[in-house]
């Protein structure tokens, strides 16, 4: 017998949470619908996905296949329903967006969109590009803006729409642009800008500062407190976030720069739309 498309949802959340109780919750049924649901799953399977104790879930090496499996069966299942969309350009759709864009070109996105897709409505969600990466593979989200150059995984395809120049800035009174060792600072791992801006310019890991910032602001703030330098994108610099910092001085001539585009499922059906929503960017 094929497994319950519920059931495949009980296994992924408890996997993601490792806790029956906290699993039943985010599924919205009790702990022992859960437990029968994954019971009944390991039944059809016929093979245990999950040891149990009263201290933790443990999950069999088979058991950890099957969820990531199970999360692909989930995806595919769910754009089965948005393929019954009588039209996707007047449903609801989740956009993903990471930090060092979301702020400087969502408001012009969105206006666009409005004129362009009045009946569309939009929710956005930020996060690093590998958190959304996955929420992408798992269909959480109907596509992400990006930057790159990223590794993207195999299934996930990334469609160019500008580049964004990655612009050096520093406090007023320095008279050098040379770069010394430990003077880089750069946003905390996980940030794609980070990579950006290390293989744009070609710095090196001494150059690097041993501060590291959770965000743009910050590290702006840093900079107007002569700490160091860094660098900046053009859409941040034109979007005014050094205009409160006149210490800050940012270079006209930028070397290198990063794409800005979309990242989406290859095997979603509205790839075409999704594209054409996201040429909103450009307008």
């Known amino acids: 017998m094929l497994p319950s498309i519920k059931n495949l949802q009980y296994l ?5 949470t490792l806790h029956f109780s906290k699993a039943s919750k985010k599924c919205y049924v009790s702990q022992s619908t859960l437990s029968a649901g994954i019971a009944k799953l390991e039944q059809d399977l016929q093979i245990p ?17 099957v969820v990531l499996q199970a999360m692909l069966v989930i995806a595919d299942a769910k754009g089965l329903v ?27 996105f969105l206006r666009n969109i409005e004129k362009a897709f009045p009946k569309l409505k939009i929710s956005f969600v930020e996060d690093t ?5 996955e929420k992408l593979k798992q269909n959480k989200i109907d596509f992400a803006i990006f930057a790159f150059p990223y590794d993207l995984p195999d299934g996930i395809g990334g469609y160019e729409l500008l580049r964004d120049s990655l612009c050096l800035i520093h406090h007023k009174d320095r008279k050098t642009k040379k770069i010394n ?33 959770s965000s743009i602001s910050t590290l702006v703030a840093m900079i107007n407190m ?14 005014g976030v050094l205009s409160h910092y006149p210490n800050v001085v940012a270079e006209t001539h930028c070397q290198a720069s990063r794409g800005i585009g979309i990242v989406f499922r290859n095997n979603n059906y509205q790839v075409t739309n ?10």
């Open 129 to 133: 590009s590998d958190n959304l990466l």
């Open 181 to 213: 060792n430990e003077e880089l600072l750069l946003l905390e791992q996980g940030h794609c800008l980070r990579s950006h801006v290390m293989q744009g310019y070609a710095l090196s890991e001494k150059q690097i500062s041993s501060f590291s910032c």
């Open 226 to 239: 002569n700490l160091g330098v860094s660098f900046l994108p053009k859409i941040a610099i034109d979007f």
């Open 82 to 108: 948005d393929m019954t969309k009588i039209d996707f350009l007047e449903s609801e759709i989740i956009v993903g967006t990471i930090p060092t864009i979301s702020a400087y070109i969502l408001p012009n």
């Open 49 to 65: 996905l999950v040891e149990r104790n009263n201290k933790k879930v443990v999950f069999t090496p088979i058991g950890e296949k």
């Open 274 to 283: 999704i594209k054409r929503i996201a040429k909103s960017l450009l307008e």
């Open 12 to 16: 992924v959340a408890l996997r993601e």
